[in-house]
């Protein structure tokens, strides 16, 4: 009896320290976020007087001060258009190249599927001067166009290698039943396929614009006029210059950029973790 | 079919990649185009004379060796957590993994708030607890400034790290657990027989992917440090953005973006060739 007792007051006893140690590092995870989030409502006055207090007179005067001198509003359309546009190509193109290259016999096959999946291996930090020049001799420097091929071209080879792991668990019984009854590989496709497909389509939409929403590399690169700023780089924009001191602004901007993002994640947290760890396995 | 995504790729990939090459050899400015010939001077004056290239190098290694001691061994702890106490395990997974859901840009901004001299957190505490001896503009001071920011890479890359090992523990069929149980397999004997196996491939493959993910690394800096102070701080990319865009020497950009490519790329094909060779003996 008394040893069991004794076990159990052990595990409590190590429970007990676990939850602390999970605590401790859920606060340091939420810490930084719940100070930009207190910081948003205060003023510079006292951010610098008592870094740690709370707003006297909370307002919502950094977040429209954000959104208009701090031209977030435009950026977030700018955002929108931009993340929308590139996912929906990426939507159709990439589940149609994917199903080819797993499901559909033809030559080169292996070196077609090869060409579309080794992008995800290379840094697109290294070509940033050929794809500049790229763009400029396509006339599409600091234009939404350009960004969305970019993205595109970009962000293919992982939507592809994606899906083809969704194809190739279609048992092949479903693809000869429709053969016999006379379907073409397009039909095949149209019908029976992408259907089924829809729900890995979805996956691969979310974790693609959750990347293009938060992109600032080629942003950075290619964009040159505040009227066309995607969020992230919009941001880093509004830290410089005219309203370079003003923080507590600056964080409702980092708030605003955040929602659409946290928001996805509250509602498709399990499909968006599922998608991001494939990355450890696609390779 | 596939053709639509096949000229994407090659337009947007595989013809800048091959023209990076090419222009690797050129040395010209954005503002008068005229191109010299220089060979491989580039690259002879990048690995000879080129201290802050070199420098950035290092910082690449540092980034990657850091990444996989500190964040490797804490990702396997936390998954093995989780899934042993599922019920607050859930709400744990959903908060570390939170940051990584957030722009890059968002969160070097709320960094180096925090590492602010003035109103920063950390300088706040350490007077709070009477260390304020300790106190200093981190990102500002070139002995902590990369140490400044590798703390934010791994919190922000502590939950991805999280993820991918759950991902990989969940893939072990529980029949094999069963069995170790009926075998009489005690709770340390099933880690080491059984999962420990199973770590080693994806501990390779994490390590890996901290490798090529060092050289893709850029936002964090350029926002938090600009590769300063002294440019103590520079990685490569952030090393070839300087050198291309505001110093305008695109061919030196160039050249070393073929570094880059064939750091990371080749490197890491090298690497998952050699483990999966080992892996599957």
């Known amino acids: 009896m008394k040893m069991s007792e004794g076990i159990v007051l052990k595990r409590r006893v190590r429970f007990f320290m676990l939850a602390v140690v999970l605590l401790i590092i859920s606060l340091i995870m939420i810490y930084p976020l719940f100070w930009t989030l207190v910081t948003a409502f205060k003023t510079n006055r006292e951010l610098f007087l008592d870094p740690w207090g709370l707003p006297a007179n909370p307002t919502f005067e950094n977040f429209f001060k954000a959104l208009d001198r701090g031209n977030m509003g435009t950026a977030v359309i700018n955002s929108l258009i931009v993340s929308l546009g590139s996912v929906a190509i990426i939507s159709v193109i990439a589940p149609m190249a994917a199903y080819a290259t797993s499901r559909v016999e033809f030559r080169f096959r292996g070196a077609v599927t090869n060409l579309l999946i080794a992008g995800f291996f290379i840094a697109p930090h290294a070509v940033l001067v050929p794809l500049l020049l790229l763009l400029r001799d396509m006339g599409l420097v600091d234009t939404h166009v350009g960004l969305i091929l970019s993205y595109v071209g970009w962000h293919l080879p992982f939507a592809i290698l994606f899906m083809k792991a969704f194809f190739v668990s279609i048992p092949s019984s479903l693809q000869d039943s429709a053969r016999v009854d006379g379907l073409s590989k397009y039909s095949m496709y149209r019908k029976i396929m992408l259907p089924l497909a829809l729900p890995t389509i979805l996956t691969v939409a979310i974790i693609m614009f959750i990347g293009i929403w938060n992109d600032f590399l080629f942003a950075f690169i290619f964009l040159r006029s505040p009227s066309n700023f995607t969020v992230p780089i919009n941001l880093l924009n509004f830290t410089t210059g005219r309203y370079g001191n003003d923080y507590v602004a600056q964080s409702a901007a980092v708030l605003i950029s955040a929602i659409p993002t946290i928001v996805l994640y509250i509602v498709f947290a399990e499909r968006i973790r599922r998608g991001v760890a494939f990355m450890a396995f696609g390779r | ?281």
């Open chain 2, 1 to 281: 079919m596939s053709l639509p995504a096949l000229v994407f790729v090659i337009l947007f990939i595989y013809y800048p990649l091959v023209q990076m090459f090419y222009l690797s050899a050129f040395r010209w400015n954005f503002v008068n185009p005229n191109m010299v010939f220089v060979g491989l001077e580039n690259f002879t004056r990048m690995f000879l004379n080129d201290q802050v290239y070199l420098r950035s190098l290092l910082n690449v290694v540092l980034l990657a060796g850091q990444s996989s001691a500190i964040q490797i061994p804490i990702g396997v702890a936390l998954a093995t957590i989780i899934l042993r106490y599922r019920r607050i395990g859930g709400l744990f997974w959903a908060i570390i993994f939170l940051p990584y859901v957030i722009s890059s840009v968002a969160v070097s901004l709320i960094w180096t708030w925090m590492y602010n001299p003035y109103f920063g957190s950390i300088n706040v505490f350490l007077r709070a607890v009477g260390l304020g001896f300790l106190a200093r503009p981190w990102l500002g001071d070139i002995n902590t400034a990369l140490i400044a920011i590798f703390g934010t890479v791994n919190w922000i890359y502590i939950g991805l790290t999280t993820t991918m090992t759950i991902a990989t523990l969940k893939s072990i069929p529980p029949s094999i657990f069963e069995s170790a149980r009926i075998d009489g397999l005690s709770g340390f004997q099933e880690f080491r027989k059984i999962t420990l196996p199973l770590l080693k491939e994806l501990i390779v493959v994490l390590m890996i992917i901290d490798i090529a993910g060092a050289f893709k690394f850029f936002d964090l800096i350029w926002v938090m440090t600009q590769g300063g102070p002294s440019d103590s701080t520079h990685v490569t990319t952030t090393w070839l953005y300087r050198a291309a865009f505001r110093s305008s020497e695109p061919g030196y950009g160039a050249a070393i973006g073929v570094t880059i490519f064939i750091f990371s790329f080749v490197i890491v094909q090298l690497l998952i060739k050699i483990t999966r060779s080992r892996l599957t003996r």
